[in-house]
């Protein structure tokens, strides 16, 4: 088992709420591998909610103004954002849905609802290497993924979508709640992870296919352009999603690359 790298935390207990936060994005910020893989927190939108304390308005803008670029109006090529319902929690077509491997419900008072999907991140999960021979075994890391994000005070699992390296394509948190994969930049963001830590390892050509092919459907389905296809350390200071993965990426997303005529 993979223990955080501070294995000694700075207690939170008694601290006020502004000093129990900075602490916890401290903790999480310095923990590169934890048992949990490479998944960030997630930040709260406000709303009003008895007896829970939310961010200000204020704060809620400023994330999102750093998440989503300003769109260039002249770049006709670039397909609109989709701007429809909350996506409803039905899952795509061959998607494994969460109830073949998750072992409890998702915990709504921790999350927030989906946002309109205007981005996709790629991850890793960034943990100890190991052999996933079959759907047992891969029901069984996701187990341990999601247990390890409750214990960081998540809602569920942080990903949308995770990928095996025999290709099957699994859900993870459904898609009516926002994802916690990049902290501070989880709204409109869907969070795919591929398994493997591929720092160390390789994805496998089978993997990468499903990759490419279930990306290119969400683009699609959301009207995502490319240019909103981001690795994980696209948008923070990580290793996420490995040496091994990233060219990959950024192949596919050239524009002589599998995304660029898939999607």
């Not at 916890?24 to 939108?45: D, K, M, P, V």
């Not at 948008?235 to 005529?261: F, V």
Request: charged fraction near 20%; charge should be positive.
């Amino acid at each position: 088992m993979i223990q955080p790298e501070e294995t000694h935390p700075p207690t939170l207990a008694g601290a006020d709420p502004a000093r129990r936060d900075a602490l916890r994005l401290g903790l999480l910020a310095g923990a590169a591998l934890l048992l949990g893989g490479c998944a960030s927190g997630s930040n709260r939108i406000a709303r009003s909610t008895p007896g829970v304390q939310w961010p200000s308005d204020a704060s809620r803008h400023a994330d999102a103004s750093r998440a989503t670029p300003a769109r260039n109006p002249r770049d006709w090529k670039t397909p609109e954002p989709y701007r429809g319902p909350t996506p409803a929690p039905s899952i795509p077509d061959g998607v494994t849905p969460r109830s073949a491997w998750a072992q409890g419900a998702p915990i709504p008072a921790r999350m927030d609802r989906m946002l309109p999907p205007q981005r996709i991140t790629i991850h890793h999960d960034g943990m100890d290497p190991v052999t996933l021979s079959s759907r047992t075994d891969v029901a069984q890391r996701l187990e341990q993924i999601r247990k390890a994000h409750l214990n960081r005070d998540f809602g569920d699992i942080g990903y949308h979508f995770i990928i095996d390296p025999t290709g099957n394509v699994w859900e993870g948190r459904p898609l009516t709640w926002q994802g916690a994969h990049v902290a501070h930049q989880n709204e409109h963001n869907i969070g795919v992870m591929c398994l493997g830590n591929f720092e160390v390892q390789r994805p496998t050509d089978t993997q990468l296919s499903a990759l490419d092919r279930f990306v290119a459907k969400l683009m699609r389905q959301y009207r995502i352009p490319v240019r909103e296809i981001k690795t994980h350390r696209e948008l923070a200071s990580t290793a996420c999603p490995g040496r091994n993965l990233q060219p990959h990426m950024n192949q596919a997303r050239a524009s002589t690359g599998t995304l660029s005529y898939l999607g």
